[in-house]
């Protein structure tokens, strides 16, 4: 559940074009939070990837990231972070640009927050975060979806949690089907037709 989980939150991240500020380490530890017993605390450890990113997008949205670091203890108990050394760590951090600060036991320097996401970058993620959660939770609970998330505009369902509304942008590039290689891994699009094109392109 744990593998399934890190690559919904990625594509959740690339597809909102979130990739930059969040590398694929830190979406990892992240992710890996929700599934330990200090950050599955008080609901339990999540049984199904689908819960596993609700996670992730509730973790986002809803931790301290200003007031306090994210420690993800990688061993789950095993070997316990000590309270002085993520003190020390997050105080020589707190002048950093950085906005989040997530440590393990591994790591008490928070390689994979140095510089990002920003303050700003990190707004944007949470009230994405936020517009999707409460999308998925919605779609899961078969009650009815929001349709003024700033995440997934006036779509519905699951993929919607994966398509970023055009009406945020100034310009759109349209892009030439049969040149892109990985038209086949689109959420909107379908296999066989983009894997036809891509056969009779010159890509072919």
């Known amino acids: 559940a744990v593998a399934r989980s890190v690559r919904l939150a990625k594509c959740w991240c690339h597809a909102h074009m979130f990739s930059n500020h969040l590398p694929p380490q830190l979406i990892e530890l992240l992710v890996i939070y929700g599934f330990t017993e200090r950050g599955a605390s008080p609901h339990g450890v999540p049984a199904t990837h689908v819960q596993g990113f609700a996670r992730f997008l509730q973790l986002l949205f809803q931790y301290d990231w200003e007031g306090s670091p994210l420690v993800v203890d990688v061993d789950d108990g095993d070997d316990k972070i000590d309270s002085a050394a993520v003190e020390s760590a997050w105080s020589k951090r707190k002048n950093d640009s950085a906005a989040m600060f997530v440590i393990t036991n591994y790591d ?14 990190l707004s944007k993620i949470k009230s994405f975060a936020r517009a999707s959660a409460e999308t998925l939770i919605a779609y899961l609970d078969c009650s009815n979806i929001r349709h003024d998330n700033p995440a997934v505009g006036n779509n519905s369902g699951l993929k919607a949690l994966f398509q970023t509304p055009t009406n945020r942008f100034d310009v759109l590039i349209h892009l030439r089907d049969e040149m892109i290689p990985a038209g086949a891994d689109a959420v909107n699009y379908s296999y066989k037709k983009a894997t036809a094109a891509i056969s009779a392109g010159p890509l072919a």
């Open 108 to 121: 008490l320097n928070s390689v994979w927050t140095q510089g990002h996401p920003s303050v700003h970058v």
